[in-house]
């Protein structure tokens, strides 16, 4: 059987489908956290209860009614930490932002398995967060379709015999649009997602194509190969996720539905392949392939720009696009204006090395104010 099952961002999507995985193979959840005491949350806490409960920023009633769970309850911003180093636990970080990257790194501290969805984690705190898992002696599996399909074509493999790893994008519900068609595209257009279901940051940085260039950052990070090693390519089914080309000329290719609850699974099951998702019918697959526009996308290549500077300059770009997506949301950004507020703001915060959390948590904060400034100043 399975460690027990802590879920960070037990509310959110990634949460609600690690829980679903829970109850499908009957796993133990030892603890359940979100940052607010939502009716949702209180409806998992008495689906498991067994888990111990975090809220992180409780508001109005939500201490008081929480406070009913007793003992199984943590008030406050260090629940999700404290929650994560519960020894000889699995943890699935699910927690949407920088916030999720203090859990992530408590995960490995304490030698637990950390199946990481917060990829700002890594964007954000890439060397802190290596240097934990190495001290910590944990493990770090990826829950990203497309870095678990990499994890998956490496098993078995050299890293040494890899000539580049392909990560694939959909291309988001813009795909094909020209530059001038962007300018006036509203935010619920940016957050019907063609094929996946998702949260509303990481699906307007997939219509941006922010996302494909954080997602190289965390292939960086996760496989130890160089960035011009890493190539991204448009493909809308989104059934392949992920390739990887070896020395011998040799491809391999992780398939499979857009279904984010196969790719949680492994992480959780690792190595197992339990029984799991609906049997799948290739003979329906069309696959088709294509190169990004980065003219009509500069986000992409602005974020890789990042990940190529490195040091505190991811941090700086993944705070930015933080609240850059958030101002677009609320009207208060054009779409166009997003990538315009992350180059500015990479250059305008000076670059430093990061050796700690405190690093990350302070350069993250200055880039928010230089981004928030700027996004005043077009309004």
Same mark, same amino acid.
């Given at each position: 059987?399975?460690?027990?099952?802590?879920?960070?961002?037990?509310?959110?999507?990634?949460?609600?489908?690690?829980?679903?995985?829970?109850?499908?193979?009957?796993?133990?959840?030892?603890?359940?956290?979100?940052?607010?005491?939502? @009716?949702?949350?209180?409806?998992?806490?008495?689906?498991?209860?067994?888990?111990?409960?975090?809220?992180?920023?409780? +508001?109005?009633?939500?201490?008081?009614?929480?406070?009913? =769970?007793?003992?199984?309850?943590?008030?406050?911003?260090?629940?999700?930490?404290?929650?994560?180093?519960?020894?000889?636990?699995?943890?699935?970080?699910?927690?949407?932002?920088?916030?999720?990257?203090?859990?992530?790194?408590?995960?490995?501290?304490?030698?637990?398995?950390?199946?990481?969805?917060?990829?700002?984690?890594?964007?954000?705190?890439?060397?802190?967060?290596? @240097?934990?898992?190495?001290?910590? @002696?944990?493990?770090?599996?990826?829950?990203?379709?497309?870095?678990?399909?990499?994890?998956?074509?490496?098993?078995?493999?050299?890293?040494?015999?890899?000539?580049?790893?392909?990560?694939?994008?959909?291309?988001? *519900?813009?795909?094909?649009?020209?530059?001038?068609?962007?300018?006036?595209?509203?935010?619920?257009?940016?957050? !019907?997602? *063609?094929?996946?279901?998702?949260?509303?940051?990481?699906?307007?940085?997939?219509?941006?194509?922010?996302?494909?260039?954080?997602?190289?950052?965390?292939?960086?990070?996760?496989?130890?190969?160089?960035?011009?090693?890493?190539?991204?390519?448009?493909?809308?089914?989104?059934?392949?996720?992920?390739?990887?080309?070896?020395?011998?000329?040799?491809?391999?290719?992780?398939?499979?539905? *857009?279904?984010?609850?196969?790719? +949680?699974?492994?992480? +959780?099951? =690792?190595?197992? !392949?339990?029984?799991?998702?609906?049997?799948?019918?290739?003979?329906?697959?069309?696959?088709?392939?294509?190169?990004?526009?980065?003219?009509?996308?500069?986000?992409?290549?602005?974020?890789?720009?990042?990940?190529?500077?490195?040091?505190?300059? *991811?941090?700086?770009?993944?705070?930015? @696009?933080?609240?850059?997506?958030?101002?677009?949301?609320?009207?208060?950004?054009?779409?166009?204006?997003?990538?315009?507020?992350?180059?500015?703001?990479?250059? !305008?915060?000076?670059?430093?090395?990061?050796?700690?959390?405190?690093?990350?948590?302070?350069?993250?904060?200055?880039?928010?104010?230089?981004?928030?400034?700027?996004?005043?100043?077009?309004?």
């Amino acid at each position: 059987m399975t460690r027990p099952l802590v879920v960070l961002g037990a509310t959110g999507s990634i949460g609600r489908q690690a829980l679903d995985v829970a109850r499908r193979l009957d796993l133990p959840v030892a603890a359940i956290v979100s940052r607010r005491g939502s @009716d949702a949350l209180a409806t998992i806490a008495d689906a498991f209860p067994e888990a111990s409960i975090g809220v992180a920023a409780p +508001i109005g009633s939500e201490r008081e009614r929480f406070s009913a =769970y007793g003992s199984r309850v943590r008030f406050g911003p260090d629940a999700a930490a404290e929650l994560a180093s519960t020894p000889g636990t699995i943890v699935v970080n699910g927690i949407v932002g920088a916030a999720g990257l203090r859990s992530s790194i408590a995960a490995l501290e304490a030698g637990n398995r950390l199946a990481l969805a917060n990829k700002e984690s890594l964007v954000a705190g890439g060397p802190v967060v290596l @240097d934990a898992l190495r001290r910590g @002696d944990g493990e770090l599996i990826p829950v990203d379709s497309e870095h678990s399909a990499v994890f998956q074509c490496l098993s078995g493999e050299e890293i040494g015999s890899v000539r580049r790893l392909i990560i694939t994008a959909s291309g988001g *519900p813009f795909r094909g649009r020209s530059r001038d068609e962007l300018e006036n595209v509203s935010p619920a257009e940016a957050l !019907r997602h *063609p094929t996946w279901s998702m949260g509303s940051r990481i699906t307007i940085d997939s219509a941006t194509l922010a996302n494909k260039g954080f997602e190289v950052i965390e292939a960086h990070h996760l496989f130890g190969v160089a960035y011009p090693q890493i190539d991204v390519v448009v493909h809308p089914q989104s059934i392949v996720h992920s390739f990887v080309e070896f020395e011998d000329g040799s491809v391999k290719a992780q398939l499979g539905e *857009p279904d984010m609850r196969i790719p +949680i699974q492994y992480a +959780i099951t =690792y190595p197992q !392949r339990l029984a799991g998702g609906s049997p799948v019918e290739p003979s329906s697959w069309t696959l088709t392939f294509e190169e990004p526009d980065r003219v009509a996308f500069p986000t992409l290549d602005i974020v890789i720009e990042a990940g190529v500077r490195g040091g505190s300059v *991811p941090a700086v770009v993944n705070a930015a @696009d933080e609240i850059a997506v958030a101002a677009f949301l609320t009207g208060r950004l054009g779409f166009l204006g997003i990538a315009s507020i992350l180059e500015q703001t990479m250059e !305008r915060v000076p670059q430093v090395e990061l050796s700690a959390v405190e690093d990350v948590i302070q350069v993250d904060g200055e880039a928010r104010s230089v981004a928030n400034t700027l996004i005043g100043g077009a309004c």
